[in-house]
């Protein structure tokens, strides 16, 4: 019993000291979550906007791919959860319908864009691109506080 509560406080403090990181020490996991996932969605959006302009390995077209359409599906369950806060606007959770159908779309065209595969032609590549990345500004502008 005595050792569960050990473990169970060092945890406390690995997550705490996590949140601090992000200025959010007595916040909800869900919003550093909210956060990580975002920004990890960017970097490799980043990277395959990189490989669509002939920069980086393009044979790694889908490993960053597979990691948006992940992170999008996994913001997407966290998301409605509804937890307020974070940069997430209250419009978010007001309109909550069409916000659910922002994320829902998002998710599939995601995986739309990881469902290519290696063997996807260059214009195959930039229409999925295209179409996903329409996503973040079309939901950003109505449910993200501006930075
Ligand atoms: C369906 C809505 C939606 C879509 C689509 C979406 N985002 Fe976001 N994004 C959000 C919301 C809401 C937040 C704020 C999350 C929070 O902290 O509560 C956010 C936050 C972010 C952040 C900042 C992280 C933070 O929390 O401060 C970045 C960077 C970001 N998004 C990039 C992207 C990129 C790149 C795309 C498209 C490839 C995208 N997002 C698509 C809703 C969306």
Redesign the pocket.
């Known amino acids: 019993m005595k050792k569960t509560i050990v473990t169970l406080s060092a945890v406390a403090v690995l997550m705490g000291s996590t949140a601090m990181a992000d200025g959010a020490a007595d916040k909800h996991p869900d919003?550093a979550f909210?956060?990580h996932t975002?920004?990890t969605?960017?970097d490799n959006?980043g990277a395959l906007s990189a490989i669509l302009k002939g920069q980086g390995e393009a044979e790694n077209f889908d490993v960053y791919a597979d990691a948006i359409a992940a992170n999008a599906k996994a913001f997407t369950v966290v998301a409605k959860q509804k937890v307020p806060g974070?940069?997430?606007l209250d419009a978010?959770w007001e309109n909550f319908e069409d916000?659910s159908g922002?994320?829902d779309k998002?998710t599939a065209d995601s995986a739309a864009i990881a469902a290519l595969g290696n063997d996807a032609t260059m214009q195959q590549r930039v229409a999925a691109f295209t179409a996903?990345?329409k996503?973040?500004k079309a939901?950003?502008d109505d449910?993200?506080k501006e930075h």
């Open positions: 919003l909210r956060h975002m920004e969605i960017k959006t974070g940069e997430t978010a916000y922002k994320l998002f996903l990345t996503n973040c939901c950003h449910y993200r």
